[in-house]
């Protein structure tokens, strides 16, 4: 029997790539040069299965484009936003993603982003590594004086598994958790956070405000300017999730004009090219979309990623299917 031909479309983990070479006549990018659009297109017609990234756009079009050869694409990421489902289900090609295995990680980047903003790292960082210190006045009530996590409330907007974890974790800061999500969750899941049926009644509360639900046309702008305008003069906003998610005019008036305190921010609307405003904030603590970015979270997403292509062709459960 030949074997299935799948295209990796950028690098992935070694330990994968060498799993996938078990089982299949696999085209690894080593180089990881990316794809223009119309080459992707082009060559997933060549392949029965596909190994993507989340910069790797699938649209109507791609999925139109498809000549019915191409039998699934397996995402190494958790969110999905970059691939139109509907169409995809409607040229019955399975989509796969790869979640929770990116959990901790995720979580430990909102603590980064967290600690980040409320203790001024940025102009902490740029002020020793321009050499600038040593003329600065140091002061001890203002000199990068910030604000502390400890005891205070963290309002998480999605409380899916990211989410979760991330108030499991907070509570070593010795913080509060309250929440809002869809559907309030049961109370062992809950673990003593409150529930708010509403964004807009728990921003009043939020001394942080974080992030943690998927991009999709329901929580697009999920932070807008009336929700931000609810938060105290003191909240800090955070985001690990998409950009999308947070009104970006919103957020840049509110830190422009000083009505919140600070952000924490790891994604962005068309990132990498991200509203210039928010490069000009000394209260915005910013990074470059890396929340699942260790070693060992790449490697696992990456294997979970082969594991759902072997699952589709070796007739087994998919680990994590979409649609
Ligand atoms: C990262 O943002 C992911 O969706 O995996």
Redesign the pocket.
Known sequence: MTKPKILVTRKIADSAEEQLLKNFDVSLNKNDSPFSYDELVKKCNEYDGVVAA?WDKFDKNFFDSMNGKLQIISSI???YDNINTEAAKNKKIVITN?PNV?NDAVAETTLLLMLGAARRAYEGLTLVKSNKWKDAKVDFTNFMVGQPLTGKTLGIIGMGRIGQIVAERVKGFGMKVIYYNRKKLSSDLERGAKYYENVNSMMPHCDFISVHCPATPETKNILNAEAIKLLPKHAIVINTSRGITVDDDALIDALEKKTIYAAGLDVFTNEPKLDERYLKLDNCFTLP?I??ATHETRAAMSMLAVKNIEAHFLKKNYPSRVV
Do not use: P, Q, T
Request: no cysteine; glycine share 22%.
């Open positions: 989340s990421a958790v969110g790869a990116l979309h929340g699942s």
